[in-house]
């Protein structure tokens, strides 16, 4: 692999613009071009007015209509957390816990675990995870990951390259608020690579988010 | 507006334009470089009491990276529709594609850049064409310091794992210079 200087030298030699102020040929007088920008801030008033004045009533029904949805919403997920909790309960009966609860801290740009490196198989993990970063827009997830992938490769390919039927999440976080703790909670039933994705969809563009994945082990 | 209003916004316009569309050029075709920057150029315009001439290209970039991205998204949909009506293959927009190719060596470079995360390319372009320090990057993406530090540090690692093999290609092969150039 080449070194990351000469990388940078080469993308530096690159550059398709490699002189702006050559571009200085491209610029009108500074006059004539406040006076343009000045009529298309008043055609976008204009504009913006114009919409505003025509608009229609919007019929009653549809009025409500977000409102409504928004309840169905609340409801749904309340009763999809009853029958989690209700699932859990049944669940955690007769299975072991770990005996320390990990924790793992999206900081930007890097996802901290503290917790236990190995995990025996079957076992009940809960996971705490909380957000330092400067953006509200992150979440944690808990996956099983196909065997040799390594934090690196995920975050360089994204996640999805590597999510599967048999490997699908066991539980997500929608993005949290910043520094309250949450919990991922998953039931270590198959042995290999498991681990914790902080993604961080603030600069994820038109790509999606970046995934900084810290890794666990189950026995089998 | 005050006239000082005009003056500032004719002296910003006349120091920095050609840094935003140079920003532009490096991303989007020339056509749509001239539209972006002029886009900048309105919504200082609309901003200018509240514009912060301390630090005036993070701000002047940031309102072009949205800009940018707004217009990639408005492509992506556009070309989604006509795949979804007309059966065309999805298509997917390649920033790299429509820049300046100067050379063998330059045009192998721009494509592995443009193998890479979108996010990748855009922290790569900014402190390495823009010459932008990891403070200002954190301005333009509405993130951390350290976490701009941190994708710069993890894309270099990357940029330089990708241009690996089409660096020993071109490094080996003569260069061969083409015309065509757009904006140089």
Redesign the interface.
Same mark, same amino acid.
């Given at each position: &692999?080449?070194?990351?200087d000469?990388?940078?030298r080469? &993308?530096? /030699?690159? !550059? +398709?613009? +490699?002189? +702006?102020?050559?571009?200085?040929r491209? &610029?009108v007088d500074?006059?004539v071009?406040?006076d343009a920008?000045?009529e298309?801030?008043m055609e976008?008033q204009t504009e913006f007015d114009t919409v505003g004045t025509q608009k229609t009533p919007v019929p009653m029904w549809r009025r409500a209509m977000p409102g409504l949805v928004a309840a169905a919403v609340v409801l749904l997920v309340g009763a999809a957390i009853l029958l989690l909790a209700r699932d859990t309960e049944l669940d955690v009966a007769g299975i072991p816990q770990t005996s320390s609860e990990p924790t793992a801290t999206y900081? /930007? /740009?890097?996802c901290d675990y503290d917790g236990p490196s190995e995990f025996a198989l079957n076992t009940m993990v809960t996971v705490t995870v909380i957000n330092e970063?400067?953006?509200t827009q992150v979440g944690f997830s808990l996956w099983k990951f196909p065997e040799g992938v390594t934090p !690196?490769e995920i975050?360089?390919q994204?996640i999805f390259e590597f999510v599967t039927q048999g490997n699908s999440p066991s539980f997500i976080l929608p993005p949290t608020a910043i520094g309250e703790p949450g919990t991922l909670r998953a039931f270590l039933d198959s042995p290999g690579q498991w681990g914790i994705s902080c993604f !961080?969809q603030? /600069?994820?563009?038109?790509?999606g988010s !970046?995934n900084y994945v810290t890794m666990f082990t189950v026995n089998g | 507006m005050a006239p000082n209003t005009d003056e500032r916004f004719t002296r910003i316009y006349e120091a920095y334009y050609p840094a935003v569309l140079a920003y532009c050029a490096r991303r989007v075709s020339r056509s749509d470089a001239e539209d972006v920057a002029n886009e900048v150029f309105v919504v200082l315009w609309r901003q200018i009491d509240t514009f912060d001439e301390e630090s005036p290209l993070p701000w002047l970039y940031r309102v072009a990276h949205g800009s940018i991205r707004n217009r990639w998204k408005s492509t992506r949909r556009r070309f989604e529709l006509t795949r979804r009506l007309g059966g065309l293959p999805s298509a997917s927009v390649d920033p790299a594609d429509v820049v300046v190719v100067r050379r063998e060596r330059d045009r192998a470079v721009l494509a592995a850049l443009g193998r890479m995360r979108a996010g990748d390319q855009e922290v790569l372009r900014l402190a390495i064409w823009e010459e932008l320090a990891a403070t200002e990057i954190a301005v333009i993406l509405g993130c951390s310091v350290s976490a701009a530090e941190q994708r710069l540090h993890r894309a270099r690692k990357r940029l330089a794992r990708v241009l690996s093999p089409s660096l020993r290609e071109t490094m080996s092969s003569p260069q061969s210079v083409e015309k065509g150039g757009r904006l140089s």
């Open positions: &692999m080449i070194d990351i000469a990388a940078v080469a &993308m530096r /030699g690159a !550059d +398709p613009v +490699p002189d +702006p102020e050559s571009l200085r491209f &610029m500074g006059a071009f406040l920008t000045r298309r801030t976008i900081i /930007g /740009g890097a970063s400067e953006t !690196d975050l360089e994204g !961080d603030s /600069g994820g563009e038109n790509v !970046d | -």
